[in-house]
């Protein structure tokens, strides 16, 4: 369950109390802002989508990006998901916590070859897919399985060039002709038979990603549609012999507004319910003897996550009313990067009559943009509030702007704190600065 209020006004998550973990944590002053994630709930949301498949051949490849923590990997790992990385590092940190290499597909438009060798060579027989994303790669993956004396299983990821405008941020849409990602589709037959004729290549899937935080599930089945009927079309023709899965990429999007009082929308659908209907998709194009793999990152962590900060300091001038908090645009750029938003909450907030009033909640870093956007919360100040649904694409894209450090983490299992990270200490980064340049 994502975080929730408790009938004393304690925000919990995982079954935690937010305002005693905090105060369990050493250093008040340094120890936010502070990610902290739900296990067991990322666990079960692989497990829900593990079911939808009803027994099918299938492999949930979990999207590394949105969370690479090491705690955040072996759960998803645990549930008998594999992953989806896109780059060497991302494989590695894969691998080392137990994913084994045949549950891995690599995507990414640029690998170096250096990665592409470690793609090929790692286990017994090299990972699931490299996953080509163009005429040209395919001469270099050959390349480099020439070289590491492996014949490279190779996926190939096709751009399905939909027309995408107003279905997902722009930044965050792949699968339309505009875009660096994928073969395009015309291209996707001569792509198959320049790694149908390599010996040093052996052609074991089909992929398309059509991009990220769909709230519907049209564009992708819109996607897996094209990359279905490429598929069968070419088998049609007595092509993809040794073709075992056809991957229809993730992108399955969730809700970040919540509930809003007195307004009804149509509900984000669950991961489950993409998988289901991409699974009609396959089954009407008869395919059905194809493994099913899908690619979901942010639906697993999103919700499980929230980033808890301190209030350092309260603003009242010209009007606004500014809640200035130590987590800033480094720490989760998702708003100043596609206008995002995330819900701010207190993490104690007493049951009272009071309204809550309009807050304009806001980091410390030196940028307008560094900006959480307006939210309603209680007239006193809180000391604490958590940024909720930003258990992906939090850690993974933070940085050390403005000589800020890298945030905590928190890891919560069984209804208690399991483990958690320290802040990187500001002296490394002062020590690694000046340091830069000095002879
Ligand atoms: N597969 C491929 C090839 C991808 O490029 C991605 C995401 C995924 C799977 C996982 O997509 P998901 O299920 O998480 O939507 N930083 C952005 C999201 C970037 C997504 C990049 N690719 C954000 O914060 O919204």
């Not at 739900?38 to 009803?54: I, K, P, Q, S, Y």
């Not at 809003?260 to 991961?271: H, I, M």
């Not at 395919?287 to 900060?309: C, F, M, N, Q, T």
């Amino acid at each position: 369950m994502p975080a929730s209020r408790d009938s004393n006004g304690l925000l919990r998550l995982g079954g935690v109390s937010l305002p005693e973990l905090v105060r369990s944590l050493p250093a008040a002053q340094s120890a936010t802002p502070a990610y902290v994630y739900d296990l067991d709930a990322m666990a079960g949301e692989v497990r829900a989508l593990r079911g939808a498949f009803d027994g099918s051949p299938h492999l949930v490849a979990y999207a590394m990006k949105a969370n690479t923590a090491g705690a955040v990997v072996r759960a998803i790992a645990a549930q008998g998901a594999g992953a989806d990385v896109v780059s060497g590092a991302e494989l590695l940190v894969a691998l080392r916590c137990g994913v084994p290499p045949e549950r891995i597909v690599y995507n990414g438009v640029a690998k170096t070859d250096a990665e592409i060798d470690q793609a090929v060579s790692c286990g017994p027989s090299g990972i699931a897919a490299v996953q080509i994303e163009s005429v040209e790669e395919i001469a270099r993956v050959e390349a480099r399985a020439r070289a590491t004396g492996r014949r490279a299983r190779v996926g190939l990821r096709v751009n399905p060039s939909l027309d995408l405008d107003g279905a997902t941020h722009a930044h965050i849409a792949t699968g339309h002709d505009r875009a660096k990602f994928g073969v395009p589709r015309d291209d996707a037959a001569r792509a198959v038979d320049l790694c149908e004729s390599s010996p040093h290549l052996e052609l074991v899937g089909m992929g398309a990603h059509v991009g990220s935080h769909f709230t519907s599930t049209g564009p992708y089945v819109e996607s897996a549609d094209v990359l279905f009927g490429i598929v069968g079309a070419l088998r049609a023709a007595g092509r993809l012999r040794s073709m075992t899965f056809v991957d229809t990429g993730g992108g399955f999007g969730v809700d970040y507004v919540g509930p809003v009082p007195g307004e009804t929308r149509a509900p984000v659908p669950a991961p489950s319910d993409f998988v289901r209907a991409v699974r009609a998709a396959q089954g009407r194009a008869r395919l059905d003897d194809l493994a099913l793999y899908v690619e979901p990152g942010r639906s697993i962590v999103a919700a499980h996550g929230i980033l808890v900060s301190r209030v350092t300091q309260v603003k009242v001038a010209d009007g606004a009313r500014w809640l200035m908090i130590d987590a800033g645009m480094n720490d989760l750029i998702r708003p100043a990067l596609y206008g995002a938003r995330h819900r701010v909450v207190p993490l104690y907030a007493p049951p009272s009559d009071e309204p809550w009033i309009p807050w304009r909640v806001v980091g410390p870093v030196c940028e307008s943009s560094d900006d959480f956007g307006e939210h309603p919360l209680p007239r006193a100040a809180p000391d604490y509030v958590a940024i909720l649904d930003a258990g992906a694409y939090g850690y993974t894209m933070a940085s050390v702007y403005n000589g800020r450090q890298l945030p905590a983490e928190v890891f919560v299992s069984g209804g208690r704190v399991s483990a958690r990270t320290e802040r990187t200490p500001v002296e490394e980064w002062v020590a690694e600065r000046v340091g830069a340049g000095a002879g």
